[in-house]
């Protein structure tokens, strides 16, 4: 299978500061392109994936024009540890000062796993800046807007009073959020992520619940969790880390990895390993710090299949230091052969 379309898209996506500086106040997945297609159905593949491939090496390298070169090293160091790691956690969300992010920087090694997300297919699972709306508007669940009151989409948290929950009311809108059909918990994830076991249909869902739940913070704080909150959901706040992927991160990228045909087990799956290959200029993502923009993934793509889309070039921008006041962590992970030996139990 290898059919390439002949119109490219190509998209940006922003990862914003929640807009409360100096507090911690705020501010299951979701695939790039379905909002522009205005498909749900929709599904986007790393870079190389065609439909035949068993393992897909995405390369990221640093552009030679970038600032903050080798902090940025061990930021996508560690980024691409996780993302290659899959392995989802709760409590992934901390603040300063457990986070180790000084309460008036950004980190940039979160900010940077978050739009790697974007350069390997991923949306944002809540609705975002990117729906014009402001405020607790942005963190109800991904759709299409539907006709309703609230520029365009409507907006009711339901029986519940919690944004982006399984009572949410969203009138007509078109629900972009792919859910677990068993439970709609995206604190959790299947043993087996496909299509027998996510939808984003909602018919779908579990008797009882009106719509897709999102991996929120205050989803995850009205559930009594500790601070959890996608990778993929956008908004990250000074001082905050986000140290691991969450379950409805694994989640997307696995459904990815079930293929073309969507069932996993089958040959058109796909394993997905990120490469840093140091500083260059022509890889499949290149990372670069400077300019103006806050941060963002720009990426283009090509139609493989009905409804599927493989990315074909990926540009990742943080501002300038000069512009914001980012944290670089200075730690490799994996490096402290301390936590190996404890995690080993021996
Ligand atoms: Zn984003």
Redesign the pocket.
């Given at each position: 299978m290898n059919r390439k379309s002949h119109f490219p898209l190509s998209i940006s996506?922003?990862?914003?500061p929640g807009l409360v500086l100096f507090s911690p106040v705020a501010h299951s997945g979701v695939f790039a392109f379905a909002e522009v297609l205005q498909n749900p159905e929709t599904i986007t593949h790393p870079s190389g994936y065609t439909g035949a491939e068993d393992l897909l090496e995405v390369t990221v390298c640093i552009d030679p024009a970038s600032e903050s070169k080798s902090e940025l090293e061990v930021a996508i160091h560690n980024s691409i540890q996780l993302w290659n790691g899959l392995e989802p956690e709760t409590g992934n969300a901390v603040f300063a000062p457990d986070s180790g992010v000084p309460s008036n920087k950004v980190d940039a090694e979160s900010v940077l796993l978050?739009?790697l997300?974007?350069c390997l297919g991923l949306?944002?699972p809540n609705l975002?800046s990117e729906s014009g709306l402001h405020g607790d508007g942005r963190r109800f669940a991904k759709t299409l807007a539907g006709g309703g009151p609230d520029n365009g989409y409507t907006l009711d948290r339901g029986a519940d009073g919690v944004i982006a929950t399984q009572t949410d009311a969203r009138g007509n809108d078109v629900n972009l959020h792919w859910f677990r059909k068993s439970n709609n918990d995206p604190f959790s994830i299947a043993s087996t992520v496909d299509a027998t076991t996510y939808s984003n249909d909602l018919a779908d869902l579990p008797a009882g619940h009106q719509f897709a739940t999102v991996a929120g913070a205050q989803v995850a704080q009205s559930r009594g969790l500790e601070r959890t909150e996608a990778v993929?959901h956008?908004g990250i706040h000074y001082g905050e880390k986000r140290c691991a992927l969450g379950h409805d991160d694994v989640a997307m990228i696995r459904l990815g990895m079930a293929g073309t045909d969507r069932t996993a087990g089958t040959d058109t799956d796909y394993e997905v390993k990120l490469v840093f290959v140091g500083e260059q200029s022509d890889c499949d993502i290149n990372v670069k710090v400077g300019g103006n923009t806050f941060?963002?993934?720009s990426i283009s793509g090509g139609q493989i299949a009905p409804n599927h889309w493989a990315i074909s070039a990926a540009q990742i921008r943080l501002a300038s230091n000069s512009l914001i006041n980012w944290h670089f962590n200075e730690e490799r992970a994996g490096d402290s052969m301390f936590r190996d030996t404890f995690a080993n139990g021996n």
């Open positions: 996506a922003l990862l914003l978050h739009e997300g974007h949306g944002h975002a993929m956008q941060a963002y993934c």
